[in-house]
């Protein structure tokens, strides 16, 4: 099975910050890395599949990138409504495997 | 519209069975290969089946090869999930999940919360 690493675990930032998620996979993926926002209560939604494509309706201040075992995912100008948990996912290979998830506070 | 509703998840006594269920509507069911995503309370995703399109392949999350089976009806836009030999560490809400472009899950169902509990 590929291992998902992703940090950091929590993450404290202010409106209009630009932060970022690492995710190192333990496998070469080439680009088959997803990421995924959750909010409390709510299923999670795809942000970025294939390591850099925006899913259709995302805003444009996410982005992700990285290929082959490690990836990024990025959100420059963080926006109230962005405060959420993330997750990173393979689906290169089966089982798919998720990262244990990043939650982003405000400071 | 892409839409995914699950149903079927209740509490149940350990030992029990339980059969998910999940109706999709707004796309070619048939067409896309499909998932169930499990997630405990305050804990991260777990993905556990995979269904594709035709119902031909299957995959299992090894932590449930044995407990679980996973099945499609494409002329009822369909998917089902039975789990039996439920134990406490099964309690979580279950996400029917549709795969997308590079094989992402690209769209989620509400899901259904499965409760075991004595």
């Known amino acids: 099975d590929i291992q998902m690493t992703q940090s950091p675990y929590s993450l404290s930032a202010s409106v209009g910050d630009r932060v970022t998620v690492t995710c190192r996979t333990s496998?070469?993926?080439?680009?088959?890395l997803n990421w995924y926002q959750q909010k409390p209560g709510k299923a999670p939604k795809l942000l970025i599949y294939g390591a850099s494509s925006l899913q259709s309706g995302v805003p444009s201040r996410f982005s992700g990138s990285g290929s082959g075992t490690d990836f990024t995912l990025t959100i420059s100008g963080l926006q109230p409504e962005d405060f959420a948990t993330y997750y990173c996912?393979?689906?290169?290979?089966?089982?798919?495997?998720f990262g244990q998830g990043t939650k982003l506070e405000l400071k | 519209e892409v839409q995914l509703v699950e149903s079927g998840g209740r509490l149940v006594q350990p030992g029990g069975s339980l059969r998910l269920s999940c109706g999709a509507s707004?796309?070619?069911?048939?067409?896309?290969?499909m998932n169930w995503v499990r997630q405990a309370p305050g804990k991260g995703l777990e993905w556990l089946s995979y269904i594709s399109g035709n119902g031909v392949t299957i995959y299992y999350a090894d932590s449930m090869k044995g407990r679980i089976t996973i099945s499609r009806d494409n002329a009822k836009n369909s998917l089902y999930l039975q789990i039996d030999s439920l134990r406490a560490a099964d309690t979580a809400v279950y996400y029917c999940?549709?795969?997308?472009?590079?094989?992402?899950?690209?769209?989620w169902g509400q899901g259904t919360l499965v409760i075991v509990s004595s």
């Open positions: 996912q393979q689906s290169y290979s089966m089982p798919r495997t």
């Open positions: 999940v549709r795969e997308g472009r590079d094989w992402s899950s690209d769209h």
């Open positions: 496998q070469n993926i080439v680009k088959y």
């Open positions: 707004g796309f070619i069911f048939s067409n896309f290969h």
